[in-house]
């Protein structure tokens, strides 16, 4: 599978369709290995390489959703940490920076 038929992201960061560029690249590359030097080492790594792109976009989206959102069984801790990360976003220079990486 390729692009946004691969993947169950939600929008969150809008990483949907960085990672249907990313597949489109990779099994680009697999193609053509495969047509230029009559072997399928490019397209059996494909699936490695995508995946380790969509888990990154995934970790990402868990975090962005876990901390813009509230959850009606959210503890009084979660609640805390919740507010205390988009404070450290806000605030800071470094947090500001890995977001718009």
């Known amino acids: 599978l390729v692009g946004d038929a691969a993947h169950i992201v939600p929008p ?4 949907g ?7 489109v690249r990779y099994l680009f590359a ?3 290995y495969f047509y230029r030097e009559k072997s399928m080492a490019g397209i059996d790594a ?4 995508a995946l380790a792109r969509v888990w ?5 989206s868990w975090w962005m959703t876990t901390m813009l959102h509230r959850f009606p069984d959210t503890d009084d801790f979660g609640q ?13 220079r470094a947090a500001s920076t890995a977001l718009a990486e």
């Open 12 to 15: 969150t960061g809008a990483k």
């Open 17 to 23: 369709l960085n990672l249907a560029a990313s597949d």
């Open 30 to 32: 697999g193609l053509r």
């Open 46 to 49: 494909y699936s490695q390489k």
């Open 56 to 60: 990154k976009a995934v970790r990402f």
């Open 80 to 92: 805390r940490i919740q507010e205390a990360e988009l404070d450290y976003l806000v605030h800071s």
